[in-house]
C-alpha cells in the first residue's frame, strides 16, 4: 500500500530557481528517504533523514521532517537542467523490512 | 565498492513465454534484496524481497517467481508471461537498519507482446 504522497505531481521551473516538492505519509517511520530517477533509468538515493533529525543538507540539496505533521519536503536550491527528474520519496516503517514509496513528483527545469 | 548489476536492459517477449532477470551485487556481503515492478508514470510496486540465500517474501499473488540462490544473486522468473507482466523492472540492494537507503539496478524494460 502507498504511504507517502509528494506533492505536487509535477513542477516545472526555470533553471537558478528552487524546486521544493513535499511529501505526507501516515505510520510512524524510522526514517524516510528522497530518491531521483532519470527517465529510463533507476533511482538514485539523494539523502535519508532519521526520525529523530528535523534537517538535513547535502549540496544544493534540503530535506526537513516534521514528525508531528508526518511530513517532510525537498528543496533544491539554485536548480539546473540536469534535476530535471522524477523524485519519490520512501519510508521505512517501525516494525517493517521495506520501504514504502510515494507516487512521485516530476520535476522539469527549463534552461 | 558496492555495485549492482541488472540485465538485460531491454527485453521484447511474446506472451506465454519464460522469463527469467538476474540481478547481482558485489562488494557487500548478505544484503537484502528486492524487485520491484514500475508501470509508466507511477510509483513502485514491490514484487519480492529477501532478507538471505533461499528466502524469499512475496508481496502480490501474480505470474512471477523470485529466488536467490547465491547470497548475492536475486532472479526474477516467470512461466508464461502475461501481457500485464509489461513493465519496467528494477532490482535493489540495501545493508539493512536504519541509516541506510537502497542502491538500485539500472532496470529492465520488460514489453509483452
Known amino acids: 500500500s502507498q504511504q507517502g504522497e509528494e506533492d505536487p505531481q509535477a513542477l516545472s521551473i526555470q533553471e537558478g530557481e528552487n524546486a521544493t516538492m513535499n511529501c505526507s505519509y501516515k505510520?510512524?517511520?524510522?526514517?524516510l528517504q528522497w530518491y531521483r530517477q532519470n527517465s529510463g533509468r533507476g533511482l538514485v538515493h539523494l539523502i535519508l533523514?532519521?526520525?529523530n533529525e528535523r534537517e538535513k543538507h547535502s549540496g544544493r540539496l534540503r530535506v526537513t521532517l516534521d514528525t508531528s505533521k508526518k511530513s517532510s519536503s525537498l528543496l533544491i536550491t539554485a536548480s539546473r537542467a540536469a534535476d530535471t527528474a522524477s523524485y519519490f520519496c520512501?519510508?521505512?516503517?517501525?516494525?517493517?523490512?521495506?520501504?514504502?514509496w510515494g507516487l512521485g513528483t516530476s520535476l522539469a527545469v527549463n534552461p | 565498492s558496492q555495485t549492482i548489476h541488472q540485465w538485460p536492459a531491454t527485453l521484447v517477449q511474446p506472451v506465454g513465454s519464460p522469463l527469467s532477470l538476474e540481478c547481482t551485487v558485489e562488494?557487500?556481503?548478505?544484503?537484502?534484496l528486492y524487485w520491484y515492478r514500475q508501470a509508466a508514470g507511477r510509483g513502485l510496486q514491490l514484487l519480492f524481497y529477501?532478507?538471505?540465500?533461499?528466502?524469499i517474501s512475496s508481496e502480490v499473488p501474480q505470474n512471477l517467481s523470485a529466488s536467490r540462490p547465491q547470497d548475492r544473486q536475486f532472479i526474477l522468473s516467470s512461466k508464461k508471461l502475461l501481457l500485464s507482466d509489461s513493465g519496467f523492472y528494477l532490482c535493489?540492494?540495501?545493508?539493512?537498519?536504519?541509516?541506510?537507503?537502497?542502491?538500485f539496478g539500472s532496470g529492465t524494460r520488460l514489453t509483452v507482446v
Open positions: 520512501a519510508t521505512d516503517v517501525l516494525n517493517n523490512r521495506k520501504l514504502i
Open positions: 505510520t510512524s517511520i524510522n526514517n
Open positions: 533523514i532519521r526520525s
Open positions: 562488494g557487500t556481503s548478505n544484503p537484502n
Open positions: 529477501s532478507v538471505g540465500i533461499g528466502q
Open positions: 535493489a540492494w540495501s545493508v539493512g537498519g536504519i541509516n541506510y537507503g537502497y542502491t
